[in-house]
């Protein structure tokens, strides 16, 4: 019997590192594989561990992903080649999801709906302070929509299902999973960072005039 069933739990276990190796794993998008991912945690861990990562697993927000072990910047881990790549953020994209992880803080306190949604009408209005004074409206729109596809693909954004084609119309939910990479600490000096990202829009506005 223990045989048979170390065999069946096999590809489970490849299932869900494959998953989890392609990017993060949300609750919502394959419950069989989050259901396995519970059972076989332990194992997961120790399977990604001989490859130098680390399982990152929030039951309560319905979150897993893997990131490099903390030893791997060290010269002893140098062999062990790095499978999550880090990429850099540009300041546009940095600043939105700030202030995404933001609205997802005050829906936190205020203790209403867990999911937050949000349309390019809100992203435009909420960026429009941070960003270079720019008159061409279609210009901007375009590269706000450019930026929210960016965070989309970095798994922090899902765009939901509507029933027109209209760019004005489409709507994202934001991921709960960004709250793990922009904690509270980091938000706690929220007021500083966004005057910071004034100075550089100013700045930047006054580059391009």
């Known amino acids: 019997m223990t045989g048979c069933d170390d065999s069946s739990r096999s590809p489970r276990l490849s299932g869900v590192v494959v998953r989890l190796l392609k990017g993060v794993l949300h609750r919502d998008d394959d419950l069989s594989v989050w259901g396995n991912l519970l059972d076989l945690q332990a194992r997961v861990r120790d399977h990604v561990a001989v490859m130098g990562l680390d399982l990152v697993l929030d039951e309560s927000e319905g979150y897993a992903f893997l990131r490099s072990s903390a030893s791997d910047d060290d010269a002893g881990a140098a062999s062990i080649p790095r499978l999550v790549v880090r990429r850099p953020l540009s300041y546009p994209v940095s600043l939105l999801l700030v202030l995404l992880r933001r609205k997802l803080a005050e829906s936190d306190v205020a203790g209403g709906d867990t999911r937050v949604v949000v349309g390019l009408d809100d992203v435009m209005e909420t960026l429009r302070t941070f960003l270079p004074d720019r008159r061409d409206e279609a210009g901007l729109e375009d590269k706000v929509s450019r930026n929210i596809e960016k965070i ?58």
Do not use: H, P
């Open 152 to 209: 989309v693909d970095l798994g922090f954004l899902r765009q939901l299902k509507t029933t027109s084609n209209a760019k004005k119309d489409r709507r994202w939910e934001v991921r709960r999973i960004l709250k793990a990479f922009v904690d509270a600490q980091w938000l706690a000096d929220f007021d500083a960072r966004l005057e910071s990202y004034r100075l550089a829009a100013s700045a930047q506005g006054e580059n391009d005039a």
